[in-house]
């Protein structure tokens, strides 16, 4: 037995906070890919899931360790896996990783990765802000809805409802809210708490409703499904001065890649 060096297939998952969030946001994947009819995969290394979407952030390689070379079997693995499948999609790095342009993949970038420790916290919804579940088919298929036009994600248009957020994940762990802005559909939010961690995954706002508290109000209803436990999310460096407002740390840079190498200029690989 070597080393321990915290990424090792046999690492215990509670080993550090970041590989509880990669295995939280593994286990994600599955779960989104299950609930419209998707594939999803371990490999050594790799936790692998395909919804069959145009949104390529939920066909998703999500890296369990360090890949250090171009080589690395790891990557063969990943496009083995997506070779089966039709849709663009993407690998989750929490560490830097080699050049894999050659490969057929385009960098996207590096969201950092921010943490919030447990504790208590003190809030008052803005005005005009209430907060629901998505507890019913409709309500899943209006989060997507706000979703698409508020990240925005123009390759979903157009979609059937519920082809996102299938209603497979109705009284799961992944929750997903709306804000609503004096009653309309504002923002949606969605958590997944799992491996000790709750993990901020897609955020959107649309235009009109942005910095009139809706965001925040997710944020801190998201926070508080897992009282105890640590809350984290990879985000854009837009949002990353409201999470650090609200206490989060930013700890490290991760790195997204996409395929096909054809990257629209409105997608962009971030949660919160």
């Known amino acids: ?80 896996f997506f070779a089966a499948g039709t849709s663009p999609s993407t690998i989750l790095s929490a560490w830097p990783t080699p050049d894999l342009a050659h490969c057929g993949w385009e960098l996207v970038g590096h969201p950092v990765f921010v943490l919030r420790a447990p504790g208590v916290h003190e809030f008052s919804p803005n005005a005009g802000v209430d907060i629901g579940l998505a507890d019913t088919p409709r309500d899943l298929a209006t989060a997507e809805a706000v979703a698409v036009q508020g990240y925005p994600l123009p390759e979903a248009t157009g979609l059937p409802p519920n082809a996102i957020f299938g209603s497979g994940l109705l009284g799961g762990p992944l929750r997903i809210r709306v804000a609503m802005l004096d009653g309309a559909p504002a923002a949606v939010g969605s958590g997944h708490v799992a491996h000790g961690v709750v993990n901020l995954c897609l955020g959107a706002t649309l235009p009109a409703a942005r910095r009139r508290g809706a965001w925040e109000s997710l944020v801190w209803a998201r926070v508080d499904d897992g009282p105890g436990l640590p809350a984290a999310a990879f985000t854009s460096d837009d949002s990353r001065p409201g999470f650090l407002r609200m206490g989060f740390l930013p700890i490290t840079r991760f790195t997204v890649w996409l395929r096909p190498s054809r990257l629209s200029p409105h997608w962009r690989a971030v949660g919160g």
């Open 1 to 80: 037995m070597g080393m321990e060096n915290g990424w090792r297939d046999d690492t215990p998952i509670p080993d550090t906070v970041l590989r509880r969030f990669l295995d939280n946001q593994a286990d994600l994947g599955d779960l989104i890919a299950d609930a419209v009819g998707g594939r999803h995969l371990r490999g050594a290394g790799v936790a692998l899931a395909d919804a069959g979407v145009p949104v390529p952030y939920l066909n998703q390689a999500v890296l369990l360790r360090p890949a250090l070379s171009a080589d690395d079997p790891v990557l063969t693995t990943i496009d083995e």
